[in-house]
């Protein structure tokens, strides 16, 4: 499963965020991820949950992103969930410039069984076709 939480900023979209993540912590079998690009959260999050600071790592696009995404599964068979806040943010790109990102994760997805939350800053009126299966 890929779910998108898509809206402006200040919208509660990241508390969501965090809320699917403790939940899954809690209830899930498997390891649970969590990529960020600041430290803030790690307090509202479970002791469980594996926070990555993207800020400690090079920048990179979304290509150097899904790799960074593949080498965290290659490393640990065992993640059920991963939770990306503010995608377009960590990756530096428009929301448009996205699409063969989530046509790469459908397929990790779909290999792995691995479900993706993620988290994207936009108006409800500019977003992305391919974007509306995930939301």
Known sequence: MIKVVYGPKGMGK???????????????????????????LIFDLKRKIRFVDLSEFPPMG?????????????????????????????????TTELELFFKNLKTINENHNISFFITLNGLSEEMPEFLKQYI
Do not use: H, P, W
């Open 14 to 40: 990241t508390r969501v965020l965090v809320d699917e993540a403790n939940k899954l912590a809690e209830n899930g079998k498997g390891s649970v991820v969590f990529i960020d690009n600041n430290k803030q």
């Open 62 to 94: 979304s290509a150097g992103f899904f790799g960074f995404i593949c080498g965290m599964i290659s490393q640990d068979y065992d993640i059920e969930g991963v939770f990306i806040d503010r995608l377009n943010f960590l990756t530096k790109m428009n």
